[in-house]
């Protein structure tokens, strides 16, 4: 079953705007981690966030975590049309079985 | 620099056909290999992974196999496609430590059984 579920599953916005996106998880994990993915493309790796931390910043990317809720966000500021990809959460579990999984995904849209 | 190669990148089978889809990773020594499907417009399915060379941990009971016959080549097969094993298939790599560290993809084969 799914580990992660995103919401929302689609967002559409104007370039400029601020783009959130929001992952819930069931099991204690590791780490978390977001991925983008381009059409028809492979993932890409964005940023991890460990469980001992609250909050990321990568660039126009800034990730927190709620160890107490399950839940993560991504927030992607001053979007750009170049944005516009399909956004995964993964959660890499604390059994020490290497396993990510990955959750529904955002479909995010950047209107210029 | 890693890469990791996977292919074909494109294949389509008739129901009981043979598969074969394999992946290579350069650059790197003992990865961790995965095998992940995603149906049209979904998120990912983990099929198997691996930590090591013939070992290989399934997630998901399904008419496929995987084989790890060298440290950095990750094959995954079917003796007889199902209609259902449609999908785009994704292979990944990540350094062999506990949980830790990204996922490093390949660019996909997307497979059509008809």
């Known amino acids: 079953s799914q580990q992660g579920e995103e919401d929302p599953q689609a967002l559409s916005i104007q370039e400029g705007e601020n783009a959130t996106m929001n992952c819930s998880y069931k099991?204690?994990?590791?780490?978390l981690q977001w991925y983008r993915q381009n059409s028809g493309r492979g993932l890409v790796h964005l940023i991890l966030?460990?469980?001992?931390?609250r909050e990321k910043h990568s660039g126009r990317l800034r990730v927190t975590l709620d160890t107490s809720k399950k839940s993560s966000s991504l927030l992607i500021t001053a979007s750009r049309a170049a944005d516009t990809a399909s956004y995964f959460c993964?959660?890499?579990?604390?059994?020490?079985?290497?396993?990510?999984?990955f959750g529904t995904g955002t479909r995010l849209k950047v209107l210029a | 620099s890693q890469t990791i190669h996977q292919w074909p990148a494109t294949l389509v089978q008739p129901v009981g056909s043979p598969l074969s889809l394999e992946c290579t990773v350069e650059?790197?020594?003992?990865?961790?290999l995965y095998w992940y499907r995603q149906a049209a417009g979904r998120g990912l399915q983990l099929l198997f992974y691996?930590?090591?060379?013939?070992?290989i941990s399934s997630e998901v009971p399904q008419n496929l196999s995987a084989s790890r016959p060298q440290d950095r080549q990750f094959i995954l097969s079917s003796k007889k496609l199902l209609l259902s094993d449609s999908g785009f298939y994704l292979c990944?790599?990540?350094?062999?430590?506990?949980?830790?560290?990204?996922?490093?993809f390949g660019e996909g084969s997307r497979l059509t059984v008809l």
């Open positions: 966030i460990r469980s001992n931390e």
């Open positions: 099991t204690s994990i590791n780490n």
């Open positions: 691996s930590v090591g060379i013939g070992q």
């Open positions: 990944a790599w990540s350094v062999r430590l506990a949980g830790a560290g990204e996922l490093f």
């Open positions: 993964a959660t890499v579990l604390t059994s020490g079985t290497y396993k990510y999984i």
């Open positions: 650059g790197t020594s003992n990865p961790n």
